[in-house]
């Protein structure tokens, strides 16, 4: 018999497979198997029905999911593609009574989000016996009771549907009663009148088979107690009683009250009220008033988990006559359930370059309520770049909608609302944190346009000249900035050997000692650039001022020194005060206060005769000359510059008070300070030899009082030719000082014969000295008497 069971089973797996692949065609896939079955067992293949490769099961995300209910049945096997039990299915308790049991279940696949329809149609085995109420069926029938008298027995219940469910009834062989059943009709039919006082009771065994393979069966035993007459049963005033309760309802809530009537008086009409044969679940949510037949609610009822109850109500009279109705009530929805939203998939973090409209989530949203009570909608607060696109039945995806930008928003906190359409609507939320993934879309930012650094010049190599900065919003090493010098030629050298920075603080230090007078500004240009993939950078220019540092003294630029030669300017004796007698030209190559000149005799001859002017550096006769003043008159000039601490150069001028060449005495007694140790030697060992010193004086005196018995001769008559003056080129500092104004003009007039006597006279054309035109002549010759000089010097 067992296994003829399991060929039925089998011949009905195989006509559900039928079934199965209608449905596929339609988008659903429906398999049949037998209930109870172990777990690990083998359902059918998804892969194979699906068409799809055993590895696309893995790389979509494949997944049972359940509608309204918190049990999965059926599981993927991901290797294989095989669907397989999960839980222990056991049909009579997920279906009861019903002769189709089946379980919705749902397969979703991602990328692209697909949603297939899986129904298991679960089979029903003979695992059940059929069930009496009671044990022990006690029946009161009267002894007047007529042949053919029928006794309603209540039938017997099979958890099973189908053929497993109970088919047929047996009684026990006996003589006084047969059996008479028809569909869930069991009556027990009186074939032999009973005689109470040859038999007070009679015990009958009624037997219930189902007609499952193997067959099962349950039995019961009907007590009969034969009494005196009691010929009507209870009547219920309808056969089938309906009422409708709100779930969730108040306890001890009446749901409808039965009523039946008895035609017998006394005892044998009074009725009492009970259950037929229910679950234990009906007994333990409802409750019946035995005397007046209300049905109140003992316990909460869902609708969720039932929606219809149908009670079997039993009425009985005093003497045992009993009739039954039936109660059907039927469970109304109540908005008792808030929607539940579940985060499926979430791609996190994101990049900040993602375009609108990309899937990034995939939210599931379920409602146990039905109808308007399980609508839902959902929705993301209106704050945040991102919406929800209805996909699938329940399932939305989560899109962006702008672009996002990480150095603005690092994060998000999406709340999820859902809300039911139910009388008030229920609404709950989910939060989903989701991140912002960096991308290097930012260049580095200097925090200046542009930079500048002084520094004075001499300075140490190693300075600190100035600091740039630059930043970068971007993250770790995106926003990690690294400095540098760009390549360049300053002066013609690379720039890096005058400046370097430090790549990680932007600290910019001097290479080498500048120095102003060579130049007195450049520009670099730094870049700084991050660390990202690619590497995004920027410039800036950096202008280095070098600033002035007083480490020049004044030159002297005239007089001039050329080797140990002197020079000696002539000054006319009618000069008057305020005459120009000559200029002090000298140049500084600091710039600024520092070659600022300023010009000062520190020492002369005659203190009182000659002046200088402190900023033009002119030297003008203070008074007019007398005869008594000195023939040579000796100056020391200084010329000073202004910076801190000053610098200065002093120089020598000789200048000789006379008209003509005639008058000028010996040249070789003047000499410069500096250059004419040699003849002072002479000088100290003539004053120590006072007879060598009265000769020579003798005879210097003969010389020149000899020369100034000839008359001299025009120069311009002889072979002689004279130099022009030397001027100097046109020097200017910052305010015109230490030049030579071309408003005057000097000629110069030297000798040739000795190096250590030159001379010179200085004509000009200012109204208080000699006339410019006058010009003193002389022949070689006399020129070279003149001043000592012999006939084997060197031709003028």
Known sequence: MLKDGFENIRISVVEQLLIFLLDVAHGDMSYSLPEEMKRGSVIGNIAKDLGLQTGALTTRRARVDTEKTDKRYCNINLKNGELVVAERIDREELCGEKASCILKQELVLENPLELHRISLHVQDINDNSPEFNEELINLEIRESADRGAR???????????GQNSVQQ???????????????NTVELVLDKELDREKQKEINLLLTALDGGSPQRSGTVVIHVTVLDANDNAPVFSQAVYKASLPENSPLDTVVVTVSATDADDGVNGDVTYDFGHV????????????KIGEIRVTDSVDYEATATYEIRIKAKDGLGLSSYAKVIISITDVNDNAPIVSLKSLTNPIPEDTPAGTEVGIINVQDRDSENNGQVHCSVQQNVPFKLVPSIKNYYSLVTTGNLDRELVSDYNITITATDEGSPPLSSSETVQLFIADINDNPPVFKEQSYSAYINENNKPGSTLCSVSARDPDWRQNGTVVYSLLPAEVNGASVSSYLSVNGDTGVIHAVRSFDYEQFRSFKVYVMARDNGSPPLSSNVTVSVFISDVNDNSPQILYPTLEGSSFMTELVPKAAHGGSLVSKVIAVDADSGQNAWLSYHIVKATDPGLFSIDLHSGEIRTQRDILESDSMKQNL?????????????????????????LAEVPELKDISYDEKN????????IALVSVSTFFLTFIIIIMGVRFCRRRKPRLLFDGAVAIPGAYLPPNYADVDGTGTLRSAYNY????????????????????????P???????????????????????EV
């Open 151 to 161: 006794f309603v027995i209540e039938e017997a219940h099979d958890a099973d549907v």
């Open 169 to 183: 009834y047996s009684l026990e062989k006996n003589e006084n009663f047969i059996l008479a059943a028809k569909g």
């Open 279 to 290: 679950t234990e679940d009906v007994k333990k949510k409802f409750t019946i008033d035995r």
């Open 636 to 660: 020391i000039v200084a010329v000073k510059d202004n910076g801190q601490p000053s610098l200065s150069a002093t120089r020598s001028m000789y200048l000789l008070i006379s008209d003509n």
């Open 677 to 684: 140790s040699k003849l002072t030697s002479y000088l100290i």
């Open 747 to 770: 000629d110069t007039y030297l000798t040739t014969g000795s190096r250590t006597s030159d001379f010179k006279f200085v004509s000009s054309y200012n109204e208080n000295t000699l």
């Open 772 to 794: 410019a035109d006058q010009t003193l002549k002389k022949s070689p010759t006399e020129f070279a008497d003149l001043f000592g000089c012999s006939d084997d010097s060197p």
